[in-house]
Each structure stands twice: as C-alpha cells, then as structure tokens.
C-alpha cells in the first residue's frame, strides 16, 4: 500500500513539472534541485531515481550544478545516500534537533548519536563535499546543559555546516496531539536567549563561522567561502551559494519563487491531486510583488547575508526609509547596528538580532502586526 501510495505521488510531482515546462519558451537548465521537507529519504531508493529521472526527462543540468537533500538519521540507508550521490547529490543535512532523550521524547523525535553518527560517515565515505546538522534551541524541557552536550557530540562528528535554529512554537498548525509537552514545558524568554548564546559560544570555539541567520560553517564549505566573496543568497530553502530569478516548488504546499511574485501549492494531497488531474499548476495562492517589495526585498536580503545594506544607488531609497532609520536608532544606540551616511550595518554584537532589524525594513509585517509583538516574535 505504501509504494502505491509513494509512486502516485512521485508520478503527480513529475506531471507539475511537466506543465511548468509547457510554459518555458525553452528547455529549461537546472542548477540546483532540493530534496526537503525533512523526509525525503523516507521514499524507496527506486523512486527517488525515479523522481529525479522523471526532471530531466525534460530538463538540462546545469555544469557546476549543486543538488542536496534533507535526511532523517533513522531511515538513511547507504543504499539512499549511494544513488541520490549517482544521480548528482552532493550535499545533505540531517535533521538532529537535540541528543536528549527527555527532549526526543517530547517533540516525537527519537534518535541516538550513534544513528547520527552513522550516516554521516557512510556520507562521507561516499563522498558527499558538504555534510550539515540542524540543530534546535529552545525545545520542551531543553537546558543549557542539553545544548552544551549536543554540540559536544555533534562536534565530535564535525559536520561540513551546521543549522542552529530557534523553536517555532505554532500550535495552531500542529495539535497537541502531535506532541508529548505542555507551553509551560518550553524555555522563557530569557533562558532561551541563553540557550542561542552558549550554543553559539560552543560553536565558535570548535572552528565554526557564523554565517547569516542561523548558520554556521567551517572555513572548507562552500557556504563560508559564498560568505566570504558575498555571494551568498537566501530563499525559501535558505542559504545558498548561488542566485537566481526563478525558484519552482514542486509538491504538496512547496513555494515557487520567480523574484518578482510567489506562489504556494495546495496545501492537501487531495487538492493537489484534482488540480493535476484537470492538468492545472496545483497553485493555492499567490503574491505578486511591488516595486516597494521588490526594494524592501533587496534590503533584507542584504542584511540577511551580508549584515549590510545601502541606498547609495538612487533606486535603493524609499519613502519610508528615514523613519525606518529613526526606529532603528535604539539599536543605533545600543551598538547593535551602525548607520553611515547612505549604509546600514550590523555589528558583531548585532548579529544575533538580525531578524529583528530586518523586522525593521518589513514594511508589510509592521503595517500588520502591533509594535510590541514584533520582538516576541524573534525570540
């Protein structure tokens, strides 16, 4: 019953692609393909082959192409990092969160280091150039002592690039009985800031580079050196090493991104599969974007990546720009970014808080969201 129900799907994922490649005036050439949503590997080998296979039936590679997956330590099998590695993966993160059992056990998430441990070295073996773990922070019933264990493990595998992520608490999405912990289990405000601090502390200390929002990377990975010659680019994925106009999301609520609107699939299977089935894009909604977005968009972008922007070209400036500005002084004042006469940049001590001065640029979410909720919102 399973296969039946992973071939139905794979075969909906390559009939999307296909009637976006009925729009293309020519063959398109593919750069990067991203295997997420955390489960990827959860697909037979076989599939997966048949998923990529099925892409660039009609499709080109792109020389120099970067292809990479997110795997779950549990179900990676060799046999799953051996043929996405044939078929042109490179690169994979697997999903760790925290080595705690009491941790695990509250966010259904059961893991040992040894299974971690594992694929990453099967990984290498096979010879896959960037190998990442995300890690999480402020997880049910997580302390210091918790985080300061995990990346100690973590270290002791010394993965390529790490994610280190807060916790987004969203019960409206997932129902309490997805999960194994009451509100009052998650850590406050305060301990959850130390809980970035230390692990950050730790990080920096086993050779890892901060790098945009949430990331770390030593200096060998691409990610650093993207950093480095500031071409570094975020996207619905995250952080990647090269830019580009368009984005497809394939998928059940995947997001496609052309730079100039977004649009989200059907967030059901079953809406998914009657907008195929009538040969229609399973768009669900959409956005197009303004010129204000698109300036607002380079701006964070900017700040994002390279912990700077600027308005010296005339089609940077904004009508909004010098109230933002003046919003911004408090953290002007706490040290936390530094205004020059046509720049804004982010200090060392302000990089932590990047979200929040991004915050600042985001004219839609302040338009939409009380004041005194948009730092609440960070933590």
Known sequence: MRHEVENDYITAVVKEWRLYCELFPNQPI?????????????FS???L?????????????????????????NNTSKAHLQKLYDLGFKRVSFGVQDYSEKVQKAIHRIQPLQNVAKVTLW??????????????FGLPFQTLDDVMD?????????PDRLAFYSYAHVPWIKGNGQRGFNEIDLPKDDTKRKLY????????????????MDHFALTTDTMFQSFQKQTLHRNFMGYTSSKTQM???????????????????????EAYYSKLDNNEIPIFRGHILTDEDLTIRK???NLMCHFRTSWQDESAYFTELPKILEQLEEMENDGLVLRLENALLVTEKGKPFVRNICMAFDLRLRRSTPQTQLFSMTI
């Open 247 to 269: 984005m497809i999301g394939l998928g059940v609520s995947s997001i496609s991104d052309s730079w100039y609107s977004f649009a989200q699939n059907e967030k059901t299977i």
């Open 197 to 212: 601090e230390m692990g950050k502390l730790l990080l920096v200390k086993n050779d890892y580079h901060e790098i945009g």
């Open 45 to 47: 080998v076989e599939n």
């Open 123 to 136: 990984a290498r073996e096979i010879g896959y150039t960037s190998i990442g773990h995300d890690l999480i």
């Open 49 to 73: 082959e048949r998923l990529i296979s099925g892409l660039f039936l009609t499709a080109k590679r792109a020389e120099n192409h970067e292809f990479s997956f997110e795997g779950h330590p």
């Open 30 to 42: 593919i750069k990067e393909v991203h295997l997420g949503g955390g489960t990827p590997t959860f």
């Open 150 to 158: 995990t990346i100690d493990k973590t270290n002791s595998i010394h």
């Open 299 to 301: 701006h964070i972008l």
